[in-house]
């Protein structure tokens, strides 16, 4: 790992990859350390905010120090379930990259198990990984300028949910009326790092 200040009161934890930013997250959501205010995945870093009882220098020891590999799974966090309707314009074209059937694309992206990884693009948008790595598909060539609220998509290794209308480059494999982001909820984000989340064909 690579500890760099970010301004007086952030430290930017840099990690090998998605996985190991996906364990540090997760143990230090178990186990936070003292000072600490919010703590901010992405795909490959992790960037803690602190108040003045801390500092960057105890901060990054206590993150050296931090025990990866006795960190508990994603048995205990909380699950999900979010009914997709799959019709999207791009269900297709996913099933031709990926050389199976559209109904198997749709049985495999049920199939398997996903995680919220971390957040960002648009208030509320999750990027969800742990999905068949056969769905593994690239963005498209062309983004779209509007992408209906609720699109359910996939990019790279990741399922994305649109909360709201707006552009966007990724394959359209589906739709979900689930509220994405409410900020009469808390939190408000539907979908937060950590959340196991179980794809399910909406009900008619």
Do not use: N
Request: aromatic share 6%; hydrophobic share 40%.
């Amino acid at each position: 790992m690579r500890f760099l200040p970010a301004g007086h009161h952030g430290l930017l934890v840099e990690c090998d990859d998605l996985a190991e930013v996906m364990q540090l997250h997760r143990a230090l959501v178990q186990d936070r350390p003292a000072g600490v205010v919010d703590l901010v995945p992405a795909a490959r870093t992790v960037l803690l905010t602190f108040d003045g009882s801390t500092s960057h220098a105890r901060l990054a020891a206590t993150v050296k120090g931090t025990d990866l590999e006795s960190v508990v799974d994603g048995a205990r966090s909380s699950e999900v379930t979010i009914e997709v309707t799959y019709d999207g314009e791009d269900l297709a074209e996913v099933a031709e990259l990926t050389g199976i059937p559209a109904s198997e694309v749709v049985r495999r992206h049920q199939a398997a198990p996903h995680t919220v990884a971390f957040t960002g693009f648009s208030p509320g948008f999750p990027y969800i990984a742990g999905g068949d790595p056969r769905l593994s598909v690239p963005r498209r060539s062309t983004p779209r300028t509007r992408v209906p609220a609720g699109s359910v998509a996939l990019a790279g290794g990741f399922t994305g949910l649109y909360p709201r209308e707006g552009p966007g480059g990724w394959q359209l494999i589906g739709r979900t009326v689930a509220r994405l982001w409410d900020l009469d909820r808390e939190p408000p984000a539907l979908l937060t790092p950590g959340t196991r989340v179980r794809f399910t064909e909406a009900r008619r």
